[in-house]
């Protein structure tokens, strides 16, 4: 990077996963700085619009939850966006993004339950209070259900409360505040990872807390489409994965069905597909879906981009290829 520094956005504060997954992506590059916004929307507007900044990662999925809304609202709306402002190719309806996926990284999701204080007796400490307030993403709470009511029936004289909090390592910070403006009777607990405990000074009552294993967090790597300067990808014999979206035309009999078959066609792989409604204004009729799907290439398919390109637009109303990247040989870990 010529002695550069790499400034990189991450869903913050430090200590959150997001940061991890930054960290893991850039790990092997000098001169990285870690920069972190406060909301999904600000790592995509900020990479939009700061040319400063190289790279934004943001999460895409969760193993356990599926889809981070978000992030897949805020592809969608910007290919809504692009086909309004009539930038799509009459020849091929294909929509040209601002913004490109350039990498995958997948985190290992592992909760603990953290306090503020000491607790010597670790979660049999709990019963000392009259009330337990627990600090956490949104969510986690889907993540760790189980375990909270596990700790629910084991102290049926305490209070539980959920207080949600804009990230994992900012429900570390809020429950050190939160607790020490109390009075005794109260306990503000966190839910956060092992990073964020550490970050802020505090205690872990009990590891690994999730309802599953394996549970995993997908992110993604983004980078403005003009910005040239990608720094070189560690050869891999994994193979690349495509992302796109697309609409159909959707009073067409097996519209949808249409256009995966274009995937058939050329004998690529569909790993993965999903949807979100959409309107392209507000007088837009409702029940309408952008379909999200990801397939493999390599170096053998398609033999004719072109070609496929050209039958993508023939059975879509309109299409974006967000990008082509290698795929993480994490995502095969359990």
């Given amino acids: 990077m010529n002695g550069k520094s790499l400034k990189v956005l991450f869903l913050g504060p430090q200590g959150t996963y997001s940061h ?58 910007r290919m809504i966006q692009k086909a309004q402002s009539s930038t799509t190719s009459a020849k091929t309806n294909m929509i040209t993004s601002d913004i490109e996926v350039i990498a995958e990284q997948y985190v290992s999701i592992t909760h603990c339950l953290i306090s503020p204080i000491e607790l010597p007796n670790g979660v049999e400490s709990l019963e000392r209070f009259k009330e337990v307030v627990i600090h956490s993403h949104p969510q986690v709470w889907g ?66 807390i999730n309802d599953k294993l394996g549970n995993t967090t997908r992110f993604l790597v983004l980078k403005r489409r003009e910005n040239t300067s990608r720094y070189e990808f560690e050869s891999t014999e994994l193979p690349q994965v495509n992302l796109l979206t697309f609409t ?69 109303k309109q299409w974006c290829l967000w990008g082509t990247f290698p ?6 870990h359990k």
């Avoid at 403006?181 to 000074?201: G, P, R, Y």
């Avoid at 058939?264 to 837009?284: A, G, T, V």
Wanted: glycine share 2%; proline share 4%.
């Fill in 20 to 77: 991890q997954a930054a960290l893991q992506q850039f790990q092997s590059i000098p001169n990285v700085e870690y920069l972190p916004a406060t909301s999904i929307p600000q790592c995509f507007d900020e990479l939009e619009e700061d040319v400063t900044v190289d790279y934004s990662v943001v999460p895409l999925e969760n193993s356990t939850n599926g889809q981070v809304v978000f992030s897949y609202d805020l592809l969608r709306d």
């Fill in 143 to 208: 993540q760790v259900d189980g375990y909270l009511k596990s700790l629910e029936e084991k102290f049926p004289s305490l209070t539980f409360t959920r207080s949600d909090c804009s990230s994992t390592s900012e429900s570390v910070h809020q429950c050190m505040r939160s607790h020490a403006a109390s009075d005794d009777n109260i306990l503000h607990l966190a839910i956060a990872s092992e990073t964020a405990a550490q970050l802020h000074k505090a205690h872990i009552i009990e590891h690994s």
């Fill in 248 to 316: 159909t035309r959707q009073d067409d009999p097996g519209s949808l069905v249409d256009v995966l078959n274009v995937l058939k066609i050329h004998s690529l792989n569909m790993c993965s597909i999903n949807s979100r409604p959409f309107h392209m204004d507000e007088n837009d009729r409702n029940w309408r879906y952008l379909f999200f799907i990801e397939y493999y290439t390599d170096g053998n398919a398609p033999r004719n981009k072109e070609t496929f390109y050209e039958d993508i637009s023939e059975k879509s």
């Fill in 327 to 332: 795929r993480n040989g994490k995502y095969y």
